[in-house]
């Protein structure tokens, strides 16, 4: 079992910067694939990056490409997501969420954190 807790949301003007953290209860976060989601407003949960259990793979969706960086500290279970250049489309609640094995795909992730909200004002 892993409870996980989102922190560092909040409002942003356009082009700001925000570091979210994902901090996990448990000894064994660090076997654990994570991931970060987002969901805007009348929209689905989507995708934004993922980082495998050592850290060596991190992939992201286009959209957030060379703008948030992900990354995981095992010794202090938490993850993080940098998020520069923040445009209004990035506005949305967003989560972390942890698996055992790799994945980009929602519905494959065992674990969710509560969400952190996220605003970007033009």
């Known amino acids: 079992q892993v409870q996980l807790v989102e922190s560092g949301g909040g409002l942003v003007q356009a082009g700001g910067s925000l570091r979210l953290s994902c901090t996990a209860s448990?000894?064994?976060?660090?076997?654990?694939?994570m991931g970060w989601f987002r969901q805007a407003p009348g929209k689905e949960r989507e995708f934004v990056a993922a980082?495998?259990?050592?850290?060596?793979?991190?992939p992201y969706t286009d959209s957030v490409k060379g703008r948030f960086t992900i990354s995981r500290d095992n010794a202090k279970n938490t993850m993080y997501l940098q998020m520069n250049s923040l445009k209004p489309e990035d506005t949305a609640v967003y989560y972390c969420?942890?698996?055992?094995?790799?994945?980009?795909?929602?519905?494959?992730?065992?674990?969710w954190g509560q969400g952190t909200q996220v605003t970007v004002s033009s």
């Open positions: 969420a942890a698996n055992p094995r790799y994945s980009a795909v929602v519905d494959e992730y065992d674990y």
């Open positions: 448990g000894r064994t976060f660090g076997s654990y694939a």
């Open positions: 980082i495998s259990w050592n850290g060596g793979s991190t």
